[in-house]
């Protein structure tokens, strides 16, 4: 196998794939970090996004321009879904919100297979060849997704680290009760997280369905990659978990040189259990719950 | 229906309802009396369900198996190699809080499935097991279903008697103890990690051995028998629905939540064709928000847990 060759059937997708779970893997590290829950919804939060936007996209819009209203209907939805099931359960132990979203992850799938049933769909019909860069193979969805991840990453770092919100959310991750102390209103973090959070899950989905096929199964087949992703890159840090989703993206990818083709999947396990052995705070330094 | 097909059904619910209730007070160990979220009980089961399968089932071409081992020897097998697979997980998982189980338990039922459906020569692949023995299976249909309806509630009940035994002992109240105030439980030297693995693994062994008592019952299993989502989630509900931390009410809340999910099927297949498939899945919408409502308005379940030393009733 030539450079070249590894290059584009192993490395180019994985890092596509990898930073499709950054983006997700950066909303569940928001959740566990500042909420501090693992929030078992958002694969399927992810599929609904997907749905949506193919909706829109059934009614006659491009997929990239339904994706900003699918992340924000999404968002909405995000938001309605913690205040109708998870902000009771606040006071009580966090593992009871923890089983909460895991059924609403089961009630959002079952309002997508209503909806849209079962069959897997597409935003576009057709074969799409990919344009050659300097040797390097790329088809233009995948240079719009990388482009879009990274808009989106630049532009939630720098929301988190200049802007008062973002520094209250940061705030609320390091140490809510002080955070409370020092005025932050704990509500109305919660909600914007949430927000961000839905609009993350979307985008998620949408870029899952337009490099790949959309079906109801989707999201929950990649929850365990953006876990993985999160804690590798050590819960609550966001360039973590954009550093995490990379390496289980491509290690998913070049996991063929080693492991039958069926087994892609459980790489990312693999990666989970291995970084909760040796170094369980992640590779940057992230929190242990 | 006749007074005679509604018994068979009747035997035939009564039957699943047993082998649901040893996967409820697998989970009211590790979830009831030490806090465990375990997220991937369909995998636990299947290991099981495929370990007594292959020792005891008749030789097929094409696949391991066919030992016609002795059916006692194969349940203990399946809980054996359930325990055995949870107890690398727990080792890992349980130093830190249940999120990171839960998360596990996830990619382990997925990892399970991905076997069962690729390995082939060891578990059929999709064509499953078949040839699985059943006990009293020579006889007639309905002495053979009483007669594995009385195996499954004699295992429930010897379960039963066995859990409630060790949660009355003062390993019920260490465990009680780590699972309300972890830190108090360490200052006065219990080992939590180690505990909480013991139920863990006890847990996961009575899950196993559902899942054995699952295939001996059909006779064969192939992957589709087993929906890793659905199973996990509607044992799940009936712990949580008959009470978390209360042995009867897991036994309870596994006979409601299946006559309810069983009914609920006989009435949407008979919905015409064109939404039946919608039905289906607005069931899955239906158990889901049932969760939610139970967590709500009652979350200690209908048989609340009691506190060895209080009154039964208040």
């Given at each position: ?140 969805r995948e240079l719009y997704t990388l482009a879009a991840v990274v808009l989106l990453v630049v532009g939630l770092s720098l929301f988190l680290r200049h802007s008062r919100w973002g520094k209250a959310m940061r705030a609320m991750s390091d140490n809510p009760d002080l955070a409370r102390l020092s005025g932050v209103d704990n509500r109305k973090v919660t909600m914007l997280t949430w927000a961000i959070v839905g609009a993350l899950c979307a985008a998620s989905g949408f870029m899952l369905g337009i490099n790949n096929e959309l079906h109801s199964m989707m999201g929950w087949q990649v929850l365990l990659p953006m876990f993985a992703a999160a804690i590798l890159g050590g819960v609550g840090r966001v360039e973590g978990a954009v550093l995490g989703g990379l390496i289980v ?41 | ?314």
């Amino acid at each position: 196998m030539s450079f070249l060759e590894f290059l584009n059937f192993h490395l180019v997708p994985g890092v596509v794939l990898g930073s499709i779970y950054a983006v997700g893997a950066i909303g569940i590290t928001l959740v566990f970090g500042i909420l501090r829950f693992a929030h078992f919804a958002h694969g399927d939060m992810a599929t609904l996004g997907a749905f949506v936007a193919l909706a829109l996209v059934t009614a006659g819009l491009t997929p990239w321009a339904a994706l900003p209203i699918a992340m924000a209907a999404v968002a909405v939805v995000a938001i309605v879904v913690d205040k109708l099931f998870y902000d009771y359960l606040k006071a009580r132990p966090k593992i009871m919100t923890v089983m909460a979203s895991l059924g609403v992850a089961l009630m959002l799938r079952a309002v997508v297979q209503v909806v849209f049933g079962v069959d897997p769909r597409t935003y576009a019909t057709g074969i799409v060849r990919p344009d050659e860069y300097f040797g390097i193979l790329l088809r233009d969805r995948e240079l719009y997704t990388l482009a879009a991840v990274v808009l989106l990453v630049v532009g939630l770092s720098l929301f988190l680290r200049h802007s008062r919100w973002g520094k209250a959310m940061r705030a609320m991750s390091d140490n809510p009760d002080l955070a409370r102390l020092s005025g932050v209103d704990n509500r109305k973090v919660t909600m914007l997280t949430w927000a961000i959070v839905g609009a993350l899950c979307a985008a998620s989905g949408f870029m899952l369905g337009i490099n790949n096929e959309l079906h109801s199964m989707m999201g929950w087949q990649v929850l365990l990659p953006m876990f993985a992703a999160a804690i590798l890159g050590g819960v609550g840090r966001v360039e973590g978990a954009v550093l995490g989703g990379l390496i289980v993206g491509i290690a998913e990818e070049m996991s063929i040189f080693i492991l039958p083709a069926q087994y892609k999947a459980a790489t990312a396990f693999v990666l989970l259990l291995l970084i909760l052995l040796v170094r369980p705070r992640g590779l940057l330094n992230g929190k242990v719950l | 229906m006749d007074l005679l097909g509604l018994a068979n059904y009747a035997v035939f619910m009564a039957i699943l309802i047993g082998i649901y209730a040893l996967l409820a007070l697998g989970l009211n160990i590790q979830w009831g009396f030490t806090g465990l979220f375990n997220a991937g009980i369909a995998g636990f089961f299947a290991v099981g369900a495929y370990t007594s399968a292959i020792l005891t089932s008749l030789p097929a071409s094409g696949r391991l198996g066919g030992y016609e081992l002795p059916l006692l020897l194969g349940w203990a097998a399946s809980m054996v190699a359930a325990a055995a697979i949870a107890w690398p997980i727990g080792k890992i998982c349980l130093r830190f809080r249940s999120d990171y189980l839960a998360i596990a338990t996830i990619g382990i039922a997925e990892i399970i499935r991905l076997v069962i459906r690729t390995e082939g020569w060891l578990t059929g692949g999709v064509r499953g097991v078949t040839g699985i023995p059943r006990p009293f299976g020579e006889l007639d249909y309905m002495p053979s279903q009483i007669a594995y309806l009385a195996i499954v509630a004699t295992l429930v009940l010897v379960a039963y008697l066995l859990v409630e035994r060790q949660v009355k002992a003062p390993w019920g109240r260490m465990m009680r103890a780590i699972r309300d105030n972890e830190l108090a439980a360490a200052a006065m030297g219990k080992q939590v990690e180690a505990r909480r693995l013991q139920a863990f693994v006890f847990g996961s062994a009575l899950m196993g051995l559902a899942g054995a008592l699952f295939v001996h019952f059909n006779r064969s299993v192939t992957p589709e028998a087993i929906d890793p989502m659905i199973a996990t989630f509607l044992i799940w509900i009936m712990l949580i629905l008959g009470g978390s931390g209360n042995n009867r009410g897991a036994i309870l809340g596994a006979a409601v939540i299946w006559i309810i999910w069983s009914v609920s099927e006989l009435l949407t297949d008979r919905l015409p064709t064109e939404i039946a498939v919608q039905a289906k899945y607005a069931r899955v919408f239906i158990i889901g928000l049932t969760l939610q409502l139970v967590l709500r308005f009652r979350p200690e379940g209908i048989l609340p847990e009691r506190q060895p030393g209080s009154p039964p009733h208040r």
